[in-house]
């Protein structure tokens, strides 16, 4: 029985990391809409270009979340790295 416990643990620690991973990027995501639409953050201090170009990086993000929603921890990250960028 503390054997099985001992797994359960790795497995909810495991787990948490992931969905602890995934929300960051979502937030990311989220942010950086928020911060290229909003005029008094970058809204209206970024040239139309740039701004297309982060439009389009938080789309492609957001698309490859929609469709890896149960990803790993890694991949999460990777995701987010790519999109910092």
């Known amino acids: 029985m503390i054997e099985e416990a ?3 643990v ?18 990311y995501i989220f942010s950086m809409k928020n ?13 139309k270009s740039d701004k297309e170009k982060i439009k ?6 957001q698309s490859w979340l929609s469709g890896h929603e149960n990803g790993d921890k890694e991949d999460f990250e990777e995701q987010k790295k790519i999109l910092e960028t």
């Open 6 to 8: 001992e797994r359960n």
């Open 10 to 27: 790795e497995i909810d620690k495991v787990a948490k990391e992931r969905i602890d991973s995934r929300n960051a990027l979502e937030s």
């Open 35 to 47: 911060t290229i639409e909003d005029p008094e953050k970058l809204g209206n201090k970024l040239e």
């Open 56 to 61: 389009e990086a938080v789309d492609e993000a």
